[in-house]
């Protein structure tokens, strides 16, 4: 069975940091992009960061750029989401995500509908 176990959320203060891991588990992932995104309360899912992979390139939203660091460990089958100085607009459920052979454009900008598999969710607060 196919599974993206996330963990690492919590409570923290405004400009804190908190990191997110993705356990994936059930298939070799060496054909994916794994992705992070994110949902508020009242809002849409949104992109947060991906990362090849194969080749380990990365890409990020402009609103985490500076702050967020994604990354991945090839021998756990592990990515992670480190987040830095995060702000109370960070606040939101986050989601690990892979898509079978797609690219770091193609992950951050598909309907979250089309991604492949999504993990559970990990609820992050950032208190002011």
């Known amino acids: 069975q196919v599974q993206l176990v996330e963990s690492g959320g919590g409570l923290v203060q405004a400009g804190g940091s908190l990191r997110l891991s993705c356990a994936a588990s059930?298939?070799?992932?060496?054909?994916?992009?794994m992705g992070w995104s994110r949902q508020a309360p009242g809002k849409e899912r949104e992109f947060v960061a991906a990362?090849?992979?194969?080749?380990?390139?990365?890409i990020s939203a402009d609103s985490v750029k500076g702050r967020f660091t994604i990354s991945r460990d090839n021998a756990k089958n592990t990515v992670y989401l480190k987040m830095n100085s995060l702000k109370p607009e960070d606040t939101a459920v986050y989601y690990c995500?892979?898509?079978?052979?797609?690219?770091?454009?193609?992950?951050?900008?598909?309907?979250?509908?089309?991604?492949?598999?999504w993990g559970q969710g990990t609820q992050v607060t950032v208190s002011s």
């Open positions: 995500a892979a898509a079978e052979g797609a690219t770091l454009i193609t992950m951050a900008t598909m309907p979250p509908g089309d991604v492949d598999i």
């Open positions: 059930g298939r070799t992932f060496g054909n994916y992009a």
């Open positions: 990362i090849s992979w194969n080749s380990g390139s990365t």
